[in-house]
């Protein structure tokens, strides 16, 4: 896996706390073509007002050697479209602030900016049977590559949870899939019961026939693997993980419970990367 440098061509706000950046040029055609590139990224951020400072390689192992804060530096974001003829991709950022150091690279951007990548892949939802998807704005660029995947017979539901009314927008979605939108009517994120709401409601007639998603806070995540035991959902058709803590930064919600994952849940993944991933 080598490290991919990407410049950012484009900036679109398509809602008031959604940003896409779109990225162009050499560093997404070969991001592209070494590996799994999708449905998620390992972005490499540069210390704010820096250029990139790519690790070395271990020579004895081959692998990242990071020094000082540069492990840190890295997030798990999802590839919101992908153009490899093209060498264009498109990664969505939620914007709120600029405290933290993703929040402040993608406040402070402009055409030109630069981002590292290392690699991509891993799971997704697999199509079939009734799928259940959960998830807070964070979640909302891996919800929306996921139902743009479907099958055009699947069936399901989707429940989003946002901050406000200005978040909602059309997603592109099969017939029998019906979205739900929750706002927090300003509340700050984490502070609701949305989603587990949502879950305690369901109206759930197949167990085994439901292919479960939940991504959000680790609140919701870990009692979405509850319900979904006592509910009877085969863990082989679940495929729940924490996107975020609210008192922990990525990095350390890492370290602190590996995003509240278990290693027994769904192992689906794209047609065409499981060759890689074993």
């Known amino acids: 896996m080598s490290a991919h440098r990407l410049i950012v061509e484009e900036i679109l706000d398509y809602?008031?706390?959604?940003?896409?950046?779109i990225f162009h040029g050499e560093g997404v055609r070969?991001?592209?073509t070494d590996g799994p590139a999708v449905p998620n990224i390992k972005i490499y951020f540069p210390r704010p007002g820096q250029d990139l400072d790519f690790p070395e390689r271990d020579a004895?192992?081959?692998r990242w050697a990071f020094v000082g804060d540069q492990r840190s530096r890295v997030r798990t974001y999802t590839v919101r479209w992908l153009?490899?003829?093209a060498s264009r991709m498109a990664i969505d950022f939620v914007r709120h602030g600029d405290e933290g150091l993703a929040s402040a690279w993608v406040e402070r951007i402009s055409q030109g900016s630069q981002l590292g990548a290392f690699g991509g892949g891993g799971r997704v939802l697999k199509p079939g049977g009734t799928a259940l998807m959960l998830g807070d704005e964070t979640a909302l660029p891996a919800i929306s590559d996921t139902l743009e995947h479907m099958?055009?017979?699947q069936t399901g539901e989707v429940f989003i949870e946002v901050a406000d009314a200005q978040e909602i927008h059309e997603?592109?979605?099969p017939a029998g899939v019906r979205i739900t939108w929750l706002s927090r009517a300003g509340a700050p994120a984490g502070t609701t019961r949305h989603l587990i709401t949502a879950m305690e409601s369901y109206q759930l007639s197949n167990p085994e026939e439901l292919n479960l998603w939940v991504s959000a806070e680790s609140e919701v995540v870990r009692f979405a693997r509850s319900w979904a035991a006592k509910a009877g959902i085969p863990k082989e058709n679940r495929l729940i993980i924490g996107y975020w803590h609210r008192s922990l930064d990525e990095v350390s919600y890492a370290y602190d419970s590996d995003h509240d994952r278990v290693s027994d849940e769904m192992t689906y993944e794209r047609p065409g990367h499981e060759e890689h991933a074993h």
């Open 60 to 62: 004895a192992t081959g």
């Open 30 to 32: 070969s991001y592209a």
């Open 83 to 85: 153009d490899a003829d």
């Open 171 to 173: 997603l592109n979605a």
């Open 15 to 21: 809602t008031p706390r959604m940003r896409r950046v």
């Open 151 to 153: 099958p055009d017979d």
